[in-house]
């Protein structure tokens, strides 16, 4: 280590800090990396090491980092008014231009947003919306969500319950009561035999099953994600959402589609339902909202919903920083430059399209079985044989490779042996280049420490 103080960090680390999603032990026998500073697509670690953030953050820095005037809006808006709530029939200008903005941009219909802090806090309202829609209604009995099976909607109670990892599940009792799971259209994880066309329809069809199982009249809502980011980017097959639409529109059950990942340009449209041609009714939005400069999530929900809410009393939730001026300014801010510099289209036409022809090359390395994505985001899935998709079983193939590319100057995500990305939507082609020969160099590094094992 050149730099003294990176070691008194990891001490802080050990001492006092608990991480998220983290094995506290395996984090301090090792130390955790620690980051300083970022500009463009570029982190820098306390060591003065330069590293392509090939995951933007956690999915959220469409617009990069250094961003000024998201700094500068930020700073305004404390000058002007840090802090107001929006209970008790108040409201402060920043949460309302923004929700205006965001009902121009949303699919038709969805015209009203209620804010949050984060996108768990999105999902913990989208679950008492919608009971509470239905009992509204005069349906009390319609109470039951279902989400997939490797789903992810947060790790709040409610957000863990409605996700479908059996690894949080396993921690605390969850799901909670009136949560069902059905499985998610993973074609090249779960497939088998059938081609992806003919899977695409079968996972479809596990939601009528799941419906008709539980009773529609028990049933409140589906909740997915138009394309599962931290599952593992399981792009569904082409057959997938036609076929849910399908199903959707023979039974009377609302649909969730959780934006958080999609939602902001990532697919190259504005939402994810708007690339899947998706009719939610509640659409759950975060990261990308506010690029990640400042912590806000919200839930855009559409006017057939919002009328039946108009009728149902005091909704009885909401949180202390839900529309916070602060935030409300910085995703403002953060919207119109991603209008001004026309980045969602740039996404769609220029780099979107560069960016997953060069992705698909990797398909040809001995490690990779499946390239796959779509706009900024993409997954590969790393096996030991390509002809029966057979992983390397007890090497952690994914964690070396994540290892690799760390050391190597880039950021991919491991989900089990499936390496993902979801890089800053401002990336540019010659950085897409950089992207793709680093991992392709981190995917020798591991094939080479792995051959012969497993
Ligand atoms: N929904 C989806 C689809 C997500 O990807 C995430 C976060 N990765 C969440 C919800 C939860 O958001 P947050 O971490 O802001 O609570």
Not at 41 to 54: F, R
Not at 382 to 397: A, D, H, Q
Request: glycine fraction near 12%; charged fraction near 20%.
């Amino acid at each position: 280590m050149s730099n003294p103080q990176t070691e008194q960090w990891q001490t802080l680390s050990r001492q006092h800090h608990l991480a998220p999603f983290t094995d506290y032990q395996a984090l301090n026998r090792k130390g955790a990396r620690i980051i300083t500073k970022a500009s463009g697509v570029y982190l820098w670690d306390s060591e003065g090491h330069k590293i392509l953030d090939g995951m933007a953050g956690l999915w959220c820095v469409n617009v990069g980092y250094g961003r000024e005037e998201l700094v500068e809006a930020a700073a305004a808006q404390m000058r002007e008014l840090p802090y107001y709530n929006l209970f008790f029939q108040t409201a402060h200008p920043p949460a309302l231009e923004l929700a205006q903005e965001i009902a121009q941009l949303a699919p038709e219909g969805l015209d009203h947003v209620f804010f949050t802090g984060s996108g768990s806090e999105a999902n913990d309202t989208v679950l008492r919306m919608v009971r509470h829609y239905w009992a509204t209604l005069g349906q009390p009995d319609k109470q039951v969500v279902i989400g997939r099976w490797n789903g992810y909607h947060g790790s709040t109670i409610a957000g863990a319950s409605l996700g479908g990892m059996k690894g949080m599940h396993a921690q605390g009792g969850l799901p909670i009561p009136g949560i069902e799971h059905i499985d998610q259209p993973y074609w090249y994880g779960e497939g088998g035999d059938m081609t992806p066309e003919d899977f695409g329809v079968w996972a479809a069809e596990q939601l009528e099953k799941k419906i008709l199982d539980v009773g529609e009249g028990r049933v409140a809502a589906f909740i997915a994600e138009p394309i599962q980011g931290a599952g593992g980017v399981i792009v569904p097959p082409d057959s997938y959402w036609p076929k849910v639409r399908e199903i959707l529109a023979k039974y009377d059950i609302l649909f969730v589609a959780d934006e958080v990942i999609c939602g902001f340009g990532r697919t190259g449209e504005w939402f994810g339902s708007q690339y899947y041609d998706l009719k939610p009714d509640l659409m759950p939005i975060a990261k990308g909202l506010t690029s990640g400069y400042i912590p806000m999530g919200g839930v855009v929900v559409h006017e057939r919903v919002v009328k039946v809410l108009d009728r149902g009393g005091e909704f009885a939730h909401g949180f202390t920083y839900s529309g916070h001026p602060v935030a409300a300014a910085v995703a403002l801010a953060n919207i119109r430059l991603l209008k001004r510099e026309g980045i969602v289209t740039q996404v769609k036409t220029q780099t979107a399209p560069y960016l997953q022809q060069r992705w698909r090359e990797l398909a040809e390395h001995p490690l990779v079985g499946e390239a796959r994505g779509v706009g900024l985001v993409a997954a590969i899935e790393l096996v030991k044989n390509k002809e029966t998709r057979e992983r390397y079983s007890g090497l952690e193939v994914g964690m070396r490779c994540r290892e690799h590319c760390f050391a190597n100057g880039l950021v991919m995500r491991a989900v089990g042996d499936t390496m993902i990305i979801a890089p800053p939507l401002v990336i540019n082609k010659e950085e897409i280049d950089e992207l793709i020969d680093k991992a392709r160099t981190c995917l020798d590094l591991t094939v080479r420490e792995v051959s012969g094992k497993g």
